[in-house]
């Protein structure tokens, strides 16, 4: 049982393998937090929360004769609003009488088992694990409001999920201006706060602060989860490390406006609220009707590594999903980067022919195949084939591509589209541009108004059309720019504070009929490159495109970045040409390879243009992914270097699950004259089993992770290095 309910001190205790989750029915009714972090056993931790006047932090009605009571210094489960908590808070919402306040106290909780899913949003999901659903029922009488919070308790995964519903139980209309999923607090600690920001072709980059007094804003009011502002932020002790120390992880599944607000209060209490961004958010929920938030992923683990392994496992196996999840998946060339819009049939078979003899199984034909596309001026929402460009039409160089023995993918942008195209001149009412006012460019495009039901439906046979029509086994499914205007015709004046997040809730819904109808499909993910990589996308797409900057040693960066939450097999990565197309900068082949090889693999680049030499080495990689893929996407990762040796070096390595097999990569990002040996030292392996190392020397474990290994001389045009490590 890893919930349990102690009626004696009203408190409900939610366990994991490692960590323990206390909350309490207070006097009142409130819903206090107590505890989360390691295992304590069954201690009521209440004994800690001793309670002092605070003077200006007043009290509610029933203990205006105990000034110590206060809202205002608890921790609690999910807050009320405009009643004497004056920290950040959960949920605001406006009644028909014009109040905003509200106090929500305990009325009902239930304990379940299996996982609870939300309708309509990506959810973790049971996996044949041990799971328990808890739902705790609070409400507002006098404003009629109820919330039910959902705790998912994933025993052996360490992991807890929450998400919260909010129920109008009266008979007037009320207005939501903020709903988040949860509010976790940190009543004792000095915390630091990894989160991960970015920029197109820079995306998550750790970031580590000391938390001050306030408010820490994490945001992103761009209509996409964002290459600025991922929505996932660490916690973690002052001196935790890699290896020890504290560390919470907040998550949220979700792909549009999302906020996290950490409040370190005047008593050095912490508060995380995340959710969906309340700015610009107003939802009209009527009587009786029901808001569901998206997720949040939560984890308490001692160090990084724990912490990042406890979010790998529960994303390999218990958000990605279908086919492809634990599979193989297909090595491809994309032929993005060596055509860009210049598409000739005789380019593309020439690049497809190369691919298959060195070993590729998949051509991806990126954009550019559809009329009018020969920039990025027009063409987007018309999904014509262009039999200029391809003179048999998509059927016949499929078959041509097929018949060589590849498999086909296709790149689409269905929620775009260009002011010059037919859809948009047939129904100029399905973007999302504002009255009377010209709309932001970006792109040369335009944003297809998704909660439009019209135009869902038009995404649905499109894409269906094209699926049933040709043989594809592979989708990339782009989205080049950011949502603004954000005006939906379809829609009163009151509730435009609706369009954002109907917008998501109408892309999950075409997600899930699209991958339910082509289960052989592969959905990836990608907008701009990472800017939507996020536990939602990841529920529909098993693989995101990383980043569109494939300069090896800025993915270094960026992959290092996304490791903390994501598992290398939902990263897609490609060795591209050198010197490479974003930042100029020439590295040797094998420098790409080692780098694109701990994600989903693939190749970007004219391989009918490569020497001999170049076309042997490639051979060479495509057989070590395929023989390594089951360790890097299936086994543990591992940091070896932090975001200080950057300057010089960086390694990491992967074990597999029975640790009989460990692949340790190191790249040298500056080359320096005379320096000191590098010296790592491994991770993960069995002490006492002994290892070879390359097929050159045999060692103990313990060796290799006390002792390390040392590379002499790290010197060149940003060499790489891989150690195959395997158990004799
Ligand atoms: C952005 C993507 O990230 C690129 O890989 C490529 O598909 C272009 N869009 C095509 O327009």
Redo the contacts with the bound molecule.
């Keep these: 049982m890893s919930i349990r309910y102690i009626e004696s001190s009203k408190q409900i205790i939610l366990e994991t393998a490692d960590t323990t989750y206390q909350m309490k029915i207070d006097e009142l009714g409130y819903l206090q937090h107590l505890y989360y972090g390691k295992k304590l056993g069954q201690n009521d931790m209440s004994y800690q929360f001793r309670i002092y006047d605070h003077g200006f932090s007043g009290n509610p009605y029933e203990m205006r004769d105990n000034r110590a009571y206060s809202l205002d210094s608890m921790a609690q489960e999910y807050t009320s609003f405009g009643v004497g908590d004056f920290r950040v808070t959960s949920i605001y919402a406006s009644c028909s009488d014009g109040s905003r306040c509200a106090e929500f106290r305990y009325a009902a909780h239930e304990i379940l088992d299996g996982k609870y899913t939300i309708p309509g949003l990506p959810s973790v999901y049971d996996n044949g694990d041990t799971v328990q659903t808890l739902i705790v029922t609070l409400i507002d009488k006098p404003a009629n409001i109820k919330i039910k919070l959902y705790y998912g308790v994933f025993e052996e995964l360490d992991i807890i999920t929450r998400a919260a519903e909010i129920i109008n139980a009266g008979n007037e209309i009320v207005w939501l201006r903020k709903a988040c999923s949860m509010c976790l607090e940190l009543p004792f600690g000095k915390w630091d706060m990894i989160h991960f920001h970015g920029r197109h072709c820079m995306e998550r980059q750790p970031e580590r602060v000391p938390l001050f007094h306030g408010i820490h804003t994490l945001v992103s009011g761009r209509g996409m989860s964002s290459h600025q502002h991922n929505p996932f932020v660490i916690l973690c002790d002052r001196d935790a490390t890699e290896d020890n120390g504290a560390c919470y992880g907040v998550m949220l599944m979700y792909s549009g406006n999302h906020k996290t607000e950490i409040e370190r209060d005047q008593f050095d209490s912490v508060r995380i609220v995340t959710g969906i961004s309340d700015d610009r958010f107003r939802w009209e929920l009527a009587s009786g009707a029901s808001f569901y938030t998206p997720e949040v992923i939560l984890t308490c683990a001692d160090g990084l590594t724990n912490l990042s392994h406890n979010y790998h496992r529960v994303i390999r196996n218990n958000v990605v999903r279908g086919e492809y999840k634990l599979m193989h998946r297909p090595v491809l060339i ?1 032929n ?2 060596a055509t ?2 210049d598409i000739t049939e005789e380019k593309v078979l020439a690049i497809a022919e190369k691919a298959k003899e060195l070993g590729v199984e998949m051509f991806v034909l ?3 195949w559809f009329k009018n596309r020969n920039d ?1 001026n027009a063409g987007l929402g018309d999904w014509i084939p262009d039999t200029e460009k391809l003179p048999d039409g998509l059927g016949g160089l499929i078959e041509k591509i097929n018949n060589m023995g590849l498999r086909f993918g296709l ?1 689409i ?1 269905p929620e775009m589209v260009n002011e010059d195209s037919d859809l948009y001149r047939t129904h100029p009412d399905w973007a999302l541009t504002a009255p009377n006012r010209a709309p932001m460019m970006a ?1 040369n495009q335009l944003v297809l108004d998704l909660s439009r039901k019209e135009v869902h439906d038009y995404l649905f046979d499109t894409i269906s059309g094209l699926l049933e029509k040709y043989n594809i086994t592979y989708i ?1 499914w ?1 989205f ?1 720019r950011p949502i603004s205007d954000v005006y939906s015709y379809a829609f009163p004046s009151s509730r435009q504070g609706e369009v954002s997040h109907r917008y998501y809730l109408s892309l999950y819904a075409l997600y899930e009929k699209l991958t339910a109808k082509f289960p052989h499909v592969l959905f990836e993910g ?4 990472g800017g939507r990589f996020d536990a939602g996308m990841l529920y529909y797409n098993p693989q995101i ?1 990383c ?2 900057n494939t300069d090896p040693i800025s993915r270094l960066k960026i992959q290092y970045g996304t490791s903390f939450g994501y598992p290398s097999c939902t990263v897609g990565a490609h060795v591209s040409a050198s010197p490479n197309h974003q930042t100029g900068r020439k590295t040797p082949l094998n420098t790409r390879g080692v780098v694109a090889m701990s994600g989903s693999f693939g190749y ?1 680049l004219d391989l009918s243009q490569l020497s001999d030499e170049e076309c042997d080495e490639i051979k060479n990689q495509i057989k070590k992914y395929k023989e390594l893929e089951p360790i890097i996407h299936g086994g543990r990762m591992y940091r070896l270097s932090q975001k200080s040796d950057a300057t010089h070096y960086m390694a990491w390595q992967f074990v597999s699950p029975d640790q009989s097999r460990a692949l340790l990569n190191i790249v040298v990002t500056n080359p320096l004259a005379n320096s000191a040996p590098v010296h790592v030292k491994l991770k993960g392996l069995i002490p006492d089993a002994t290892y070879s190392v390359n097929g050159e020397f045999e060692v103990l474990g313990s060796a290799l992770m006390k002792g390390g290994y040392t590379f002499q001389r790290l010197i060149g045009d940003y060499p790489a290095m891989q150690l195959d490590i395997v158990r004799i």
């Design positions: 994309n993005w980067e860009y819009f990126d954009d550019g990025d790149w942008e792109r990339k782009d080049n990608c907008a701009g490159g495109w980043s569109d970007e």
